[in-house]
């Protein structure tokens, strides 16, 4: 039972230490506009303090499409389309040509539209048989 009350206790004095709740008590909610140093735009962060930061619909692309690398996470050969997971790569720009590669080998080609999530993009599968965890890369 002891041991249970420090933790408690313990938990509680590391909270005010917390960004996220530091935010929340001042009334702030994450909602914390920066402006971002390399394209003069207004990023927003999450309540957490931790992610990327999105351009306004003015802004440009913060990272260079040439370093955008990313894996297949879902594939509908039915509507002729794949999720691409851009988790650790900068976002594409739609409209980018992009080789479907597994094994090394190249094997696909899709073109990335506009939908895209944080770190997820769709594209629309022009030729080849894409499978989950093919590696995407610009052409």
């Given amino acids: 039972m002891k041991i249970r009350l420090i933790i408690v206790v313990f938990c509680i004095f590391l909270l005010p230490s917390c960004g996220?709740?530091?935010?929340?008590?001042?009334?702030?909610?994450?909602?914390?506009?920066?402006?971002?140093?390399?394209?003069?735009?207004?990023?927003?962060?999450?309540?957490?303090?931790?992610?990327?930061?999105?351009?306004?619909?003015?802004g440009t692309q913060s990272a260079p499409a040439k370093a955008s690398r990313g894996k297949v996470?879902?594939?509908?050969?039915?509507?002729?389309?794949?999720?691409?997971?851009?988790?650790?790569?900068?976002?594409?720009?739609?409209?980018l040509r992009f080789g479907v590669f597994r094994n090394g080998l190249r094997i696909g080609e899709i073109i990335t539209t506009k939908m895209i999530d944080e770190a997820f993009q769709v594209a629309d599968i022009n030729r080849g048989d894409i499978r989950m965890g093919d590696d995407v890369r610009l052409d």
Avoid: C, N, Y
Avoid at 24 to 47: M, N, R
Avoid at 77 to 82: D, K, R, T, Y
């Fill in 20 to 58: 996220a709740l530091k935010r929340v008590v001042k009334g702030g909610g994450g909602t914390d506009s920066q402006p971002s140093v390399e394209t003069g735009t207004t990023a927003v962060s999450p309540p957490w303090g931790v992610g990327r930061k999105l351009p306004t619909k003015t």
């Fill in 73 to 95: 996470a879902h594939v509908d050969a039915a509507l002729g389309f794949v999720v691409i997971d851009f988790t650790f790569s900068a976002m594409p720009a739609a409209g």
